[in-house]
């Protein structure tokens, strides 16, 4: 575990080379929550409430949303993983004595652990600068759920970022299914709208699936909805998590014999 | 004349040289199509969502947000085809001091430049928006008369020459500092604003941001209003003065920096 923590430690260090990344990430999450405050307001010039949302809890939303997803900043892995089997740089992980998945979470668990602060303080301006009544529930129970909802969230996108960049192993071309990946993710986590806006069918399909407990459910809590779903939340995650595992392990284990070392 | 000639011969052997490149990897031929289309798929998806819960957006219904979608897209797909892949290697040609060669070329290093990386696996994207451009005038009800629709086509040419200039001003930044990172940050967050944004949202400080210093909101937002007839006169003529305005600033910022480029060194 210590081998680990001192992963994390190195990254968190690092994180302070690019100090002008820091501030542009914290600055850039204001297009979110602009577009939301932006194309709310106009839509609740007309009517009070739309669906669940008034306008202060939409856009109450749209920041912890922002706030949460620019914690998730996992989809470089599968490119670093995918150029490194390409180009033979992988070896650099199988020869070091830790698990690269495990390398892999330590390092994200570190630059997380670097923004989290930044984020915050990001989130708070905001709501100061658009002068939002930010609504956040005050149930700790659900506080709670919602933190380990989001935090399996986090684990389950570096699982799925790596197991795309391990399938460097199998297949050639991954780069623009990754795109078109991001571009999905960006609504199914949502994103773009709260999930909560589609027909109710849509939704209850969509709750099956793991990117519902991204973002998307853990912002809802947060902003005093969904609360019912707060526990089955946790399982239902956790259980994609065990899933997703279990593929990165057969998938690992057939095509690792794959890579000779010296790119594919 | 003899210019023109000379332009359009080169054009054509680099456009006969770019499918020969693309043949190769088949796949990324239509990568850029995959792309897009499903990023302007999930605008589609996300605006029928928010319309499920409201009639308008302002005074745009459906309609009116699907014509804009499509039209933001059929911008994208045809700078993809034309002229993206190219206008999009200039920093690099910079920092490299690749650009020398295009210097020593008896031709414009910008035409050139333009040109030579030219797109055809983006065209289906160009099939795709004006699909979702019909879709949308279908849901409007309108009848689309010859006069509207050259109107429309007139401000898509005006609107894709803005998206030109923008891209070529923001790319031309490495001739005069050393890094230019943040510059494709902000335009890639400017363009993904306004792509989910229509300009009639905006007011105040923003519409300033986005109308006049950073002009993506006028880019899809007046060949909508020319369609639905929701454009007056000086909208009009604003829309051609940015046009006109970007396009001198183009030209003064590439060319005064191309006297501050060092070669390798700049």
């Known amino acids: ?264 | 004349m003899v210019n023109l000639r000379k332009n359009m011969r080169v054009l054509k052997e680099m456009v006969h040289l770019r499918f020969n490149n693309l043949a190769v990897s088949r796949l990324d031929f239509f990568a850029p199509f995959l792309i897009d289309s499903s990023l302007f798929l999930v605008q589609i998806l996300a605006f029928k969502a928010i319309y499920s819960n409201t009639d308008r957006i302002g005074n745009w219904r459906q309609g009116e947000m699907v014509v804009y979608i499509g039209t933001f897209s059929l911008l994208n797909a045809i700078n993809m085809v034309i002229y993206f892949f190219g206008v999009n290697e200039i920093p690099q040609k910079i920092r490299s001091g690749g650009l020398d060669l295009y210097l020593s070329k008896p031709i414009s290093p910008l035409f050139r430049l333009t040109f030579e990386n030219i797109s055809p696996g983006s065209l289906p994207l160009v099939a795709l928006s004006v699909c979702i451009i019909l879709y949308g005038i279908n849901i409007l009800d309108i009848n689309l008369g010859i006069v509207q629709a050259g109107t429309y086509i007139f401000w898509i040419l005006l609107m894709e020459i803005l998206y030109y200039d923008m891209e070529v001003i923001i790319r031309s930044v490495p001739l005069y500092t050393v890094s230019m990172a943040r510059m494709e940050q902000i335009e890639e967050a400017g363009l993904g604003l306004c792509m989910k944004l229509p300009g009639i949202a905006l007011y105040g400080i923003y519409k300033l941001f986005f109308y006049l210093i950073m002009p993506y909101g006028i880019m899809a937002t007046l060949p909508v209003q020319s369609i639905i007839k929701e454009m007056d006169l000086w909208t009009g003529i604003y829309g051609i003065f940015v046009v006109v305005l970007f396009s001198i600033i183009t030209c003064i910022i590439w060319k005064c920096g191309l006297k501050h480029y060092n070669s390798a060194s700049s």
Not at chain 1, 11 to 37: C, E, G, H, P, S
Not at chain 1, 123 to 143: K, S
Not at chain 1, 149 to 175: A, R, S
């Open chain 1, 1 to 264: 575990m210590y081998k680990y923590w001192e992963i994390s430690k190195t990254y968190m260090k690092t994180q302070l080379v690019w100090r002008a990344d820091v501030i542009f990430n914290m600055l850039f999450t204001i297009t979110k929550i602009l577009f939301a405050y932006l194309l709310w307001g106009m839509v609740f010039k007309d009517k009070d409430v739309a669906g669940m949302f008034t306008f202060h809890s939409m856009v109450s939303y749209y920041i912890t949303s922002s706030f949460l997803s620019q914690l998730e900043m996992f989809s470089g892995i599968s490119n670093e993983i995918y150029w490194r089997i390409r180009n033979g740089t992988f070896s650099k992980y199988m020869v070091i004595p830790v698990g690269i998945e495990k390398y892999f979470l330590a390092m994200e668990a570190g630059v997380v652990l670097f923004y989290i602060l930044f984020d915050f303080i990001a989130a708070l301006v905001w709501v100061f600068i658009f002068q939002i009544d930010f609504t956040f529930t005050n149930n700790p129970v659900i506080i709670v759920c919602a933190i380990v909802i989001t935090l399996l969230g986090l684990v389950f996108m570096v699982q799925l970022n790596y197991l795309l960049g391990i399938m460097g192993l199998k297949y050639q071309g991954i780069q623009t299914f990754l795109m078109v990946k991001d571009n999905l993710v960006m609504l199914v986590t949502g994103g773009i709208v709260p999930l909560a806006l589609f027909p109710g069918a849509v939704v209850n399909i969509l709750s099956f699936m793991p990117f519902y407990y991204v973002t998307y459910l853990p912002s809802m809590l947060f902003t005093g909805f969904c609360h019912d779903e707060a526990f089955s939340g946790i399982f239902i995650i956790l259980f994609w998590c065990i899933v997703l595992q279990v593929v990165i392990n057969i998938f690992w284990e057939k095509n690792v014999k794959n890579f000779e070392g010296a790119g594919i």
